[in-house]
Every structure is written in C-alpha cells, then in structure tokens.
C-alpha cells in the first residue's frame, strides 16, 4: 500500500507548480495487484483516505485517453469546472463545480467500478481544494471544457478548437439507437436504467429494423440527450457486446400510444397495452428484464451510466431488488428526520405513499414510491445528498410494501401513510411536473407566490429556514422566481422546510429544484 498511500497523503501541500509538472504522484502500478478484489479494495480505500474535495484524482487511464472520455465520467453528477491531464502518467484531475457533487461521483464509484475504454480506473479525493492550470500549457483540455459547459448550460459552445464534433448544440431531445452485436437481450427497462442517469427520461419506443434492435428514446430536455450520448456513444451495455451506436433522430417529441414491453410513456401510466397484451405494470416489467439487469450486476460495466443498471442489476442479483417501488434510506439524522421531510424531498422524483423510520434503527427508514420508476430516479438524484448535515444512502429494498402499524399500536409517529396526500407533484398524467425533474442543486425554483410577497420577504423567509441567499431572480409575471441557496445542502433543507409554506390569502409556496444559475 505504500504506492498508494503516498497518493493520497493527508496534509501535504504542493504548489501549482508541482501540480502541473505531474511529478506529484509515484508510478500507479507500485502496489496494484492484478487481482480485481484488491484493486476494488484499493479503490475504496483511496477515497476514504483523503478528505472530500470538489477536485478528484483519477489513476490509470489507458493511454491516449481523450479530454472529454474523462469529462464524461464527471457530467452525470453535476458541472465540470476544470480539468488537468497528466497523459505521461496516466492520471487526471477533474473539478466539479461543487463538493457535494464530487462526494456523489465518488460515492457512486464505490459501488461501481469505473471505467474508460474497458479499462479500470481509480478515483479518489485530490488533497487540492481547487484546480489551478496554466491555460497556455492546457489549451486543448479547456477548450474541450468551454464546450462541455456551453451544452450544459443549453448554449452554443463558443470555439471549435475542441476539434469535437459531439459537442455541437444538441438539437433534439430524442436519441436514436442502434445496438450492435447484441449478444445478449436487451429490454425498455435496461435502457431507462441506463440513460435515467443522465435525466428524465419521458418515452421509449424500441422496434426491430434491418434485422438490428433500435430504439428511439426521450429526455425531458435536450441538454440531458447531449450528455448521454456524449459519455455512452461506442460503449458496452455488457463485456464485449451490445454496443451503443447513439445519434439524435430528426423527431423532437415521440408519440406513444401503448404502454407495454415495445414501448412506454413513463408521464402517461394510464395507456392501454394494446395488441391483445396485457398492461406491464411494475412486476411484470422486473420479470422481463430479470435476465438483463442479473448479467448488469454480473459483467463489468463500462460506462458512468452503463453503471447505473448494473448497480440495480447487482441489487437483483444479492436479493434486494423486487417489483415495487420501495426504497431504504440509511445514514439519516435521527435526531432531526420526521416522515414528513423524507415525503417532501422524495416527493420531488415521485409520489411518496408511505414512510416508515424503523424503530429499532432510527437513522433509517423504508419509503414506498408510486412504482419502481420513481423510486429509480429517487435513488440516482439523491443517493449521497447531504440531509441535515448528513450524506443519506439510498438503495432498493427488498420489501414490497411498507407495512402500516397494527390498529391501536403506538408506533410514535414513526410511520405514516401519504396514499391521499394533495402534495403528490404527479398524480395527473401528463402533468408538466413530468418535464421538470432536476438533480438537488443550489438553485430553487419557486412558484405559486402571491403579488404582494417582495424579494425582501423571499430573501428573509429562506435565509431564516436554512442559511444564505446568494442571488433572487423574480420572473417576469412575479408569481414565480429563481432563489439560490450558498450550498445544495442549503437548498434541500429549504425546499423540506418551505415547500407548500402557506403565503397567506389561499397560496401555499411551491418549490423544486432548478437547471438554472442566477
């Protein structure tokens, strides 16, 4: 371990200079061994050694690696501010635009092994809180950067000198793809999986053409479509096969008439199957994919988002995985969470029916989602979140249900049923809701606010709840504004204390999470 030890020395201080020379690090390979259980074990360690850091060390990229391969493993889990290639050493420094979005990335790659063009790589905290670069001597790696951020932000990137063609504006929402050499099956279900990491995904129609499985695929917004098909164009859904071949179709709105194993309008539940089939409801929906999800877990994935199917894959195959929609969210405040707020904050990805804080183990609890689809978009958004003050884990349950208390039996509040909450954000089909689904981030959106409530009154109201208001934004009618909160921890702790806050004259605050800066 002394190899990688000295990788991740806490407490060291470097200068910029050592930074950008990459003479910081000792040679990857001194104590990897080939045996894929120490090379995990080594991974895990390596991020828990140094602190959190918004800056994070990547090891052992294959060589001529490309910027933007390694960008891709950052995208899905927020901006990407900098990025420092160290290409004679195999190495990476990746800055994200928050520290909380680098403990999900690194979180997140606990679980899954990364990888970038079938290789392994290992990822850990940076002991550097920033990335500060030589722009003459990392031109291209900031070019390709401007233009990563310019399609995230919706824009148009500003230089060509990225020399990369898949940065271009994204113009449609809709993706069409080809799965090449498609040796093993592959179902809607894995699809959602794979691409929900990147956003809402609203539709899926797959169909068979030139003897090759095709699909078309629809994201809420076609800043989400860009970055996944930025990081899973040419990648495998398993070893070795079942390429991804991904361009943007000509069509900007898919027309979905059925929903059944071909195709699925996941805003519209209410579709019939259609063709004599039978609706696919959650459970019969885990039984066709039970076979794709298992080799998911089974095979190395490789891809950040190929990574979220296997993880679900892998909690199939270990027995925690079932046909509903209940999660399990550990690591909880106890003295702090209530049902009521664990409701508030899933509730943003789904309609929460029940929650129940186990009693004999209060920082954690069940929380039963509409369906399976909402409790897979709960647990990409939120699984290692900040909640007071602490990061929340979130898997599947094993459970079906949560179980209400006996009648008579004191439970002390701990469980409590939501089936005919009015707060359910997307009981009616179709809804806009639908479209609006954005991971935790500083920036709130607030809408139903009565005309004579002023910035003032908004400023004080959330800065009182839960820390500082960076910037307001009011929209031009003024009956909804942008509200930024100093740290995404901030913004989740406002959302659970104001969502539905009554204003006064029959308003009651509504708050989501936004895409958009101030």
Request: net charge neutral; with cysteine.
């Amino acid at each position: 371990m002394d190899g990688i030890a000295s990788d991740v020395a806490v407490g060291v201080k470097r200068s910029s200079d050592e930074l950008l020379s990459g003479s910081l690090y000792n040679s990857p390979n001194s104590s990897v061994t080939a045996n894929g259980n120490d090379s995990k074990k080594l991974r895990v360690e390596d991020s828990m050694e140094s602190p959190p850091s918004r800056v994070i060390h990547i090891r052992k990229l294959p060589n001529e690696v490309s910027e933007t391969e390694v960008i891709a493993l950052g995208l899905p889990f927020g901006k990407v501010t900098n990025i420092l290639m160290l290409k004679g050493k195999n190495q990476a420094f990746l800055e994200l635009g928050t520290e909380e979005a680098a403990v999900t990335m690194v979180n997140y790659y606990t679980a899954v092994t990364p990888q970038v063009r079938n290789v392994p790589v290992f990822i850990q905290y940076s002991n550097h809180k920033e990335l500060k670069t030589d722009s003459a001597l990392n031109q291209r790696a900031q070019a390709v950067l401007q233009a990563v951020s310019a399609v995230q932000e919706g824009g148009s990137p500003s230089s060509d000198t990225a020399g990369e063609s898949v940065l271009t504006p994204a113009p449609s929402p809709v993706l069409r793809i080809i799965i090449d050499n498609m040796f093993y099956p592959v179902t809607l279900d894995v699809l959602q999986q794979i691409f929900s990491k990147f956003g809402t995904v609203m539709k899926i129609i797959t169909f068979t053409k030139n003897n090759q499985f095709q699909a078309l695929l629809q994201f809420s917004d076609p800043v989400n479509a860009q970055q996944a098909k930025l990081s899973l164009d040419g990648q495998n859904i398993y070893n070795s096969c079942c390429t991804l071949r991904i361009d943007f179709s000509k069509l900007v709105n898919l027309n979905v008439k059925y929903n059944n194993d071909k195709s699925r309008d996941y805003t519209r539940p209410e579709l019939p199957a259609g063709d004599g089939q039978p609706p696919v409801d959650p459970s019969v929906a885990a039984a066709l994919s039970k076979d794709s999800t298992s080799l998911l877990g089974a095979i190395s994935p490789l891809s950040a988002a190929a990574a979220a199917a296997a993880a679900a894959g892998r909690v199939a195959l270990s027995g925690h995985s079932g046909p509903g929609g209940v999660l399990l969210v550990s690591n909880l405040n106890e003295e702090m969470v209530t049902p009521q707020s664990l409701f508030t904050l899933f509730g943003v990805y789904g309609d929460v029916q029940r929650v129940k804080i186990l009693y004999n183990k209060k920082d954690s609890a069940l929380i039963q989602m509409s369906d399976g689809n909402q409790a897979q978009l709960a647990m990409s958004h939120l699984n290692g979140q900040k909640m007071y003050g602490k990061i929340i884990r979130v898997t599947l349950s094993k459970h079906q249900t949560v179980q209400l208390p006996r009648e008579g039996l004191d439970d002390q509040g701990l469980t409590k049923d939501f089936t005919s909450s009015p707060l359910h954000r997307f009981k009616k089909p179709g809804s806009k809701n639908f479209q609006n689904i954005f991971p935790p981030s500083a920036t709130l959106h607030l809408s139903n606010i009565p005309e004579n409530v002023t910035e003032d009154d908004l400023r004080l109201l959330f800065s009182n709840s839960s820390g500082t208001v960076k910037a307001f934004k009011f929209f031009q009618d003024r009956k909804m504004a942008l509200l930024q909160m100093a740290t995404v921890e901030e913004a989740i702790q406002a959302l659970i204390d104001l969502h539905n806050y009554d204003m006064g004259r029959g308003h009651r605050l509504r708050v989501s999470f936004s895409k958009s800066t101030i």
